[in-house]
């Protein structure tokens, strides 16, 4: 599974499964969102992306928290670099800012920088402000199979511009005591921006973080939110564990932290999953007469035969 190499001081390396992950037809954009805090969206986020390139896709995550917190469970530089920040207020290109996380083929971030805090204040006076950053990732998207966009605890501004850019929308749902509180706004504003500004946003992914199948209560979560969200929810819950918080103070995520672990596990599984629902769909040519299907088939023989 693990065959890298060393380029300029960096592991650049090949984290790789035997059996690759499904591409999906287009890119999947996704929002990661819940303006609850701490309930897993960071790590969420920089594990399910890190599965994916693992199972060979092209990934990219975009840390739009000011806390940094990707940027960091990812290993990249983000207090002195130019990133997301700049490419919201139009002073640097989007390629320019991208970075590549080491340990993966192809695995890239955007990250954080300090400057993101003010980002929610210098956006209120610009043209088009809610579409910043749709119209920076139109210009990239075509190089992943899969963009996260790891969103700060609130729907101000930055979540907005994240849901103006984004097809999917994903919510972890810590499963505790008043989980379920404050997604109703969630999903308002959700419903908001489904009508005002990007209709093809789709609350697709609903996860279940810090579970611990031992307590009724994270049963009774679980319950719940399989009763409201039966298609949406992905009924492999993460549970709470240990190295799942440990991975980001090595710079890590668990999926290369320790990826035998039961999180890292459940969140390969989850990746897998997400993938699966993704899966660009073979064209069934098994249920009718086609007649596509015989001038290919013509085409073919005729050019092998003029060969
Ligand atoms: N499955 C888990 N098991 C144990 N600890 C976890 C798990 N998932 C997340 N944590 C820990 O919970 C805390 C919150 O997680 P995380 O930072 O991913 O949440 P968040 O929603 O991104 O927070 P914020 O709203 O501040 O951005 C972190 O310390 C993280 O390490
Ligand atoms: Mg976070």
Same mark, same amino acid.
């Given at each position: 599974m693990d065959d890298s190499r060393e380029t300029s001081g960096k592991v650049i390396g090949v984290r790789r499964l035997k059996e690759a992950m499904a591409k999906p037809a287009s890119t999947r954009i996704f929002t990661v969102a819940n303006q609850k805090g701490g309930v897993g969206k960071t790590t969420s986020t920089v594990n399910i992306a890190a599965a994916l390139a693992m199972g060979g896709l092209r990934v990219l995550v975009i840390d739009l928290d000011p806390q940094g917190n990707a940027s960091t469970a990812l290993g990249v530089e983000h207090r002195e670099s130019a990133g997301v920040y700049e490419v919201l207020m139009g002073s640097a290109p989007i390629t320019s800012v991208v970075q590549k996380v080491a340990g993966f083929p192809e695995l890239d971030c955007i990250p954080s920088n300090?400057?993101?805090? @003010?980002a929610e204040i210098n956006l209120v006076s610009m043209v088009a402000r809610e579409l910043q950053l749709k119209e920076a990732i139109d210009e990239i998207s075509? @190089?992943?199979d899969y963009i996260f966009i790891d969103c700060p605890p609130s729907l101000g501004l930055l979540t907005i511009n994240a849901f103006a850019a984004s097809r999917e929308l994903m919510i972890p749902i810590q499963t505790e005591y008043y989980a379920l509180e404050g997604l109703s706004q969630l999903l308002e504003t959700y419903t908001l921006v489904k009508k005002r500004l990007n209709p093809t946003l789709n609350l697709s992914t609903i996860i279940l973080t810090m579970f611990d199948s031992r307590t009724r209560l994270s049963n009774d979560v679980a319950a719940n939110v399989r009763a409201h969200f039966p298609n949406e929810l992905i009924d492999i819950p993460i549970p709470r564990a240990v190295r799942v918080s440990e991975a980001p103070s090595y710079n890590q995520t668990v999926m290369t932290y320790d990826p035998l672990s039961p999180g890292a596990i459940a969140y390969m599984q989850v990746a897998r999953e997400i993938a699966e629902r993704g899966r660009a769909k073979e064209p069934d040519l098994s249920t009718e007469f086609n007649s596509n299907v015989v001038s290919i088939n013509y085409l073919g023989d005729n050019s092998r035969g003029s060969a």
């Open positions: 300090t400057s993101l805090a @003010n075509v @190089n992943y």
